[in-house]
C-alpha cells in the first residue's frame, strides 16, 4: 500500500456528528491514494471526476453520487470539478441502526430523489437559522437511511476483506495513540473505545503492523521526546513527563532503545 495517505478524519471539530465539505474544488491532476474506516459520499457539481476505489474505475457527472465503502482505499484525478462530500462517523450511522462494514452500498447512484435529499443536508447546513444544527442533522439521517435502504447489500467478507479489516483497526488504534500519548491510559481502555477485545485489537495490530501496541506508543512518544529535546530548553525530566513516560530512567532506556542514542547525546549536540 505505498503512497497511502491514511485520513483520520477528526468529528470533534465539528458541531455535527459526520464531516460535510461543500462546493469543493480541483484544479490538480490527481491526488495521492488515501484510505479511511468513515464511508465518503460525494455528489458531483461541475465537470467530470474520475475516482479509482480499490482496482475500479468509476467516471460521474453532475449529479450523480459516488459513495466509497468503509475501509476502500480511493484516488482521485481529473481537473475543473467540484463536488460536496459527506463524511458520517460509525458512530451516527450506528445510531441510525446502520453498520457500515457489515454492508456494501453501490458506489456509483444516479438518482435524481437521492441527489435532492443530499442537497437538503447542504441547504440546511448553510442556512443561518436558529434550528440549523437539528435541521442539518435530520436531513443527513433521511438521506443516510434512505441511501442505505435503496443501495445497501450484505457485504462479502472474503481473506481480503478480513486483512482490510484488521487493517482499519490498526489504523484507529495508532491514531488514538498519536492523539493521546502523553496521556497514561491502559489498552483495555483503546479496545473500549473501538468497541472490539482487547486480545483481537492487539492481534491486528501485531499482524498488519508487525509491532505490538506498546511498541508503537513507545515510538511515538520517543519521537516527541526527540523533538523537545531538539526544540526546546526544558529539562529532560519534564520532557520525559511531557511524552508520557513514568520516571527518568525508563525514559533514558527506551528512548536509547529505540532512537541509539541517549537524551543527553541530542541535547549535547543541540549545544
Excluded at 10 to 15: A, G, S, Y
Excluded at 75 to 100: D, K, Q, V, Y
Excluded at 112 to 128: G, P
Excluded at 235 to 251: D, Q, R, T, V, W
Aim: charged share 20%.
Amino acid at each position: 500500500m505505498n503512497d497511502v495517505q491514511i485520513e483520520a478524519v477528526n468529528f470533534q471539530k465539528e458541531p455535527f456528528p459526520f464531516v460535510l465539505h461543500t462546493n469543493m474544488k480541483s484544479s490538480i491532476d490527481g491526488f495521492y491514494t488515501n484510505w479511511h474506516l468513515e464511508i465518503e459520499v460525494l455528489l458531483t457539481l461541475d465537470g467530470s471526476e474520475t475516482v479509482s476505489i480499490d482496482d475500479a474505475v468509476y467516471t460521474t457527472q453532475p449529479g450523480d453520487i459516488l459513495v466509497i465503502n468503509s475501509g476502500k482505499t480511493h484516488t482521485g484525478s481529473n481537473t475543473n470539478w467540484r463536488h460536496h462530500c459527506l463524511i458520517p462517523s460509525m458512530e451516527f450511522l450506528n445510531s441510525l441502526g446502520i453498520h457500515a462494514t457489515a454492508l456494501t452500498l453501490q458506489p456509483h447512484i444516479r438518482s435524481e430523489e437521492m441527489t435532492r435529499f443530499y442537497l437538503d443536508i447542504v441547504r440546511q447546513y448553510e442556512n443561518d437559522n436558529p434550528y440549523r444544527q437539528a435541521l442539518t442533522r435530520v436531513a443527513a439521517e433521511r438521506f443516510l437511511l434512505e441511501l442505505y435502504k435503496r443501495h445497501s447489500s450484505p457485504a462479502l467478507f472474503t481473506e481480503q476483506t478480513r486483512k482490510s479489516g484488521d487493517f482499519a483497526v490498526s489504523v484507529r488504534v495508532i491514531n488514538f495513540l498519536r492523539e493521546h500519548f502523553a496521556e497514561d491510559f491502559a489498552i483495555d481502555e483503546i479496545s473500549n473505545r473501538i468497541g472490539i477485545t482487547a486480545a483481537y485489537m492487539c492481534r491486528c495490530v501485531k499482524q498488519t503492523t508487525g509491532m505490538t501496541i506498546v511498541e508503537h506508543l513507545n515510538l511515538i512518544r520517543c519521537r516527541a521526546a526527540y523533538h523537545y529535546l531538539a526544540n526546546s530548553d526544558k529539562k529532560i525530566h519534564e520532557i520525559a513527563a511531557l511524552c508520557g513516560f513514568n520516571g527518568n530512567s525508563y525514559f533514558a532506556k527506551t528512548f536509547q532503545r529505540i532512537m541509539g542514542f541517549s537524551p543527553s547525546d541530542v541535547r549535547r549536540k543541540k549545544k
